[in-house]
């Protein structure tokens, strides 16, 4: 029967639409009136309206009565609006036919309409990226948690104010990105929409509007572009009862540098009653159905353990925190009750998604002025004790447990951190000022950390984003932790400074440039009051890098008095390594490094073959090499060894060499032999070695085919790291400062070389 049915029902659409085609095509139209509806189908869901446009010639049609039928008057039913538009209203669930006819039945056509039985509602945010903030993350959960069937879009253009949106729609731009979440969940984006097209494309439900963030407390963009707006899009709208949305941003961090926080004298609360005052005189004026308050909810927010800590970069909502509560805020403006919605983010606790709801749903009851949220203002208590390191690993390339991955800046925060032995900590990482973003440089280590830790990290151009920050939340308030920093990039001049801020505070420096094996350690902080460590990541003060670049790789979190989990070298070196520096190769024993690039070495032999575990890397650059040394010498070594040698000079005025997995609990010798033939001047050259103690020695190169520079009784450091710094010597009278290195050698302490 329902087969049956269902070809009856196909073959009157097929002798409808030739009936249409047949009144329509049939005769010549270029002297006779005509009609056509705007759509040729139309698709809605049972209770949803629906508002069709006839679309009739100025010729003779515009004078006549139009009728409005639906074939299957149990699918939908239509009421005239107008003369030549009318509404639909879906009843249930199928397919049918829309007819609209002049009253003289001279005119008329068809289009097909299609009913779904579940109801979507559909919210089109046009704005920026503060309206991605606040819908483009959590509102869909939210709502699909709550049974809702939802499609948000975001007409997306940074930055953008309402002058600018006016001037996109008045003249039909294409400049935006269509940020589009259907009712499945799936995210897309289209890019080169305009606002014509996307507001008649989908029967929208909700239309919101928002200035730019610095003109958002300052009446005149929302009086002068508002009502044309909104006109423009009540014109497109397909729907008759679509409600617009004004979006209330969110006063600036504290401490925001944004240049427009001086119009507000840099005044958190100066620039949000500012806001408040603006947007509640604007809907006022422009006649706005409805306020979202999700700057509202923010300040709310600011008065609990959370403070001043909504933002990510002093303006733009955090990942976590600050976008979830906006998100409510949309929830409980629209569907009501957030309180009672059941969805929390896989990264929070229960408390903190209590925390971001209650924010929103006091923001809509009391919307223009502060809600105190006095239950929040200490976090919930994490009493876990951390006994085992907490590994986490910054970067795209994940890596095995038991680290935890954070693999980019942009993602939500990440909770329940795993510590080595398993255990769920419940403390959570998110990025609390931006990052650039990640890179990928397949670097190597010496640390025993798996390859995918040391080869991507998150970075900054410091030129550009002078800052970075992470926070280490939930933690134990009462436990004092150590964080050990690890990052390594092949570039130089790299220094990043980290800055672990709680209760106390430390400060630690790292070379990044073609780092092996170096990490730094900053003891014993104590979470703040609200069980956070601030990690704020800078360029360092010897940070000499064309773009000021930092980052961080890796990072570890170890209980108070727990030593950094690497294991040091045991390796006892009983003969010398080797090593020929420049393009001429040298037989063994000799170790062969051509050119000072960002190539590392690892497991240098000494000079039985036997691999030492010894690694090195430049890790300050040297401009090149070259073949001007001495070839014969008197010291016995191959003439391929004396000739070519790396150099720099004032370009780069200290260059350095670093030794990784030496024995911290040995001593040794270093010889260093430099020459540069057919001169005349003072090329003296410094080698500086520091390990847990320092020494240096000073060797003219100029002419050199008898000399070695020796240092004695270096101890490298706890982690087994020697650093060699190379550099002109006090004596060097060279205009450019010209400074070589030939060779080295590595041998025990005291070793006889003439044995």
Known sequence: MKSLKITL???????????????????????????????????????????????????????????????????????????????????????????????????????????????????????????????????????????????IGNMYIGGQSLEGHWKNASENNSAYQLRLIGPDGVKNSFNDRNLMEVIAGENWDYISFQEVSQLSGIIDGYQEFLPQLMAYAANLTTNPEVKFIIHQTWAYAKDSNHFGFPTYDSNQMTMYNAIVDAVWKAKEMAGVDLVVPSGTAIQNGRTTYMGDKFTRDGYHLNLSMGRF??????????????????????????????????????????PKSVTQLTDFKYPEPNEFVLTAPLFIDFGGVESPAPFNNFKHPNDQKVGGLTDMAGNNSNFAIEVSQSFTGTLSRGLQNVLGLPRSVSEDMFFSDGKFVPQSGLTLSNLNRNQKYTLVFYGSINDNRTETEFHAVGRNEGIGYLDNDNNLGKLVVIENIQPAEDATISIR?????????????????????????????????????????????????????????????????????????????????????????????????????????????????????????????LNPNKKYQFVFFGSRNGVTDNRE???????????????????????????????????????????????????????????????????????
């Open 9 to 151: 029902r196909f073959l009157v659409l097929i002798l409808l639409v030739f009936t249409s085609c047949k009144d329509d095509f049939s005769v010549d139209l270029s002297n006779k009136p005509f009609v056509r509806m705007t759509k040729t189908s139309v698709s809605i869901t049972a209770g949803e309206k629906y508002t069709i446009k006839a679309s009739v010639d100025t010729l003779g049609s515009a004078s006549k009565t139009f009728n409005w039928t639906i074939l299957n008057p149990e699918i939908a039913s239509i009421e005239p609006s107008g003369n030549q538009s009318a509404i639909i209203t879906g009843l249930s669930e199928g397919s049918t036919v829309i007819k609209v006819e002049s009253a003289d039945g001279e005119l008329k056509y068809f289009s097909d309409l299609t009913v779904g039985e579940e109801r979507i509602i559909k919210i089109l945010a046009i704005g920026n990226s503060f309206s991605e903030d606040a819908i483009e993350n959590y509102l869909y959960d939210l709502a699909n948690s709550a049974g809702y069937k939802v499609m």
């Open 537 to 661: 990541i800078k360029p360092g003060p010897n940070n000499e890098h064309w773009n000021l670049f930092f980052g961080v790789n890796a990072m570890m979190v170890l209980p108070e008095g727990m030593s950094v989990p690497v294991q040091p070298s045991s390796f006892e070196l009983l003969r010398p390594v080797y090593i020929d520096l420049g393009l001429r190769l040298s037989a063994a024993p000799f170790y062969n490094i051509e050119r000072p690039n960002n190539d590392p070495h690892f497991d240098l032999p000494d000079d039985s073959g036997t691999n030492t575990g010894i690694a090195l890397s430049f890790t300050a650059a040297f401009n090149g090499e070259n073949q001007s040394g001495a070839f014969t010498n008197t010291l016995g070594l191959p003439g391929e060894v004396t000739v070519d040698a790396i150099w720099s000079d004032n370009a780069n005025p200290k260059s350095a060499v670093t030794l990784y997995r």
């Open 685 to 755: 050259t410094r080698y500086e070695v520091i390990g847990s103690n320092t020494g240096e020695a000073l060797l003219n190169a100029s002419n050199n085919n008898s000399k070695t520079a020796v240092v004695s009784g270096i101890q490298p450091t706890a982690d087994g790291i020697v650093d060699i710094k190379v550099s002109a010597g006090p004596n060097n009278n060279n205009g450019s400062r010209f400074y070589y290195l030939n060779s080295l050698f590595i041998a025990p302490d005291g070793y006889n070389f003439a044995q």
């Open 325 to 366: 509560t906006a998100a409510s805020a949309w929830f409980e403006s629209i569907f009501g009750n957030v309180l009672n919605n059941t969805f929390v983010p896989n990264m929070f606790s229960e408390y903190d998604a209590l925390l971001a709801k209650t924010a929103a749903s006091e923001a809509v009851k009391t």
